[in-house]
């Protein structure tokens, strides 16, 4: 396996231009992925999102992105052609989404969704899509995959959805996968079973993660490494076991702001914010 890095963001600057004026998004984004998982954190707004989406060539109009480096397994991704980018998104660059109610077609069973997304990337015929679509619900420990597999997506549950949206995903056996806010959405149990899930696929088949989460506590836990961003910039890389050490002093005010059962905290502890981060 090649030591190099699997994703390379050098500057990267995501901007949206509206009627009233520029919104810097995404600032100055700088880090490299190799075979491991990475978490992004960071408040709503901070732009971990738009980093993501704009990995995949996923940001919207008036959006633009602009960077003084963005390549994957060492191709260009902001020259390349869009049938080419199509092509790598979705067969060796996926993305799980936030909500799975959002991001299944409600008119199609799981299972045709799954064997679609496989299609659309890898020629086959329909048995041999419908059977890595039966393995992939099998991987993501679905109890019972051929009935799943002619489920509906108002039939399945927000654990089984989100399972669903993940096998899609790695159906096609991907280099890069990017969870945004994979667990949110689910209970406790759940959200454990799914990084158990996820850290096992990402064992086995030695993909890079890119795991964003406003959740410092699961990032810390479940990543090696971790980017801290705040108005769109990275304030703070370190390695996901040193979080408490963290220098800047908005990382330390997330921690700080973080439930303890066995301490007594009154008052309960507020983020003082300094306006020179965002700058």
């Not at 995959?145 to 399972?163: A, D, T, W």
């Not at 949206?165 to 799914?194: G, H, N, R, Y």
Request: charged residues 25%; contains cysteine.
């Amino acid at each position: 396996m090649s030591d190099s890095p699997l994703l390379e963001v050098e500057d990267l600057n995501v901007r949206f231009h509206l009627p009233t004026g520029t919104v810097d998004a995404v600032r100055g984004v700088t880090f490299s992925l190799g075979r491991e998982r990475l978490g992004i954190v960071g408040e709503s707004g901070s732009g971990k999102s738009q980093t993501g989406r704009s990995i995949l060539g996923l940001t919207p109009p008036p959006g633009e992105v602009i960077a003084r480096k963005l390549a994957f397994d060492g191709r260009d991704l902001l020259s390349m052609r869009r049938r080419d980018l199509r092509q790598l998104r979705g067969q060796r660059m996926t993305m799980v989404m936030q909500d799975p109610k959002f991001s299944l077609n409600p008119v199609m069973t799981v299972g045709e969704q799954i064997v679609e997304a496989y299609r659309a990337h890898i020629r086959s015929g329909w048995r041999e899509a419908e059977e890595k679509a039966l393995d992939m619900l099998e991987a993501v420990r679905m109890h019972e995959p051929k009935r799943v597999f002619g489920l509906y997506p108002h039939e399945v549950s927000g654990g089984m959805g989100q399972r669903a949206m993940i096998a899609m995903m790695l159906v096609t056996d991907p280099d890069l996968l990017i969870a945004d806010e994979p667990t949110s959405a689910l209970d406790v149990t759940v959200q454990l079973e799914i990084l158990r899930i996820l850290d096992r696929l990402v064992a086995e088949r030695g993909m890079g993660l890119i795991f964003i989460s406003h959740d410092l506590r699961l990032v810390s836990s479940f990543c090696d490494r971790v980017l801290v961003m705040y108005a769109g910039r990275v304030v703070e890389e370190l390695a996901a076991g040193e979080l408490g050490n963290a220098q800047h002093p908005y990382t330390r005010g997330l921690m700080g702001c973080l439930p303890d059962l066995h301490v007594s905290r009154h008052p309960l502890p507020v983020l003082t914010r300094d306006p020179a981060w965002a700058r």
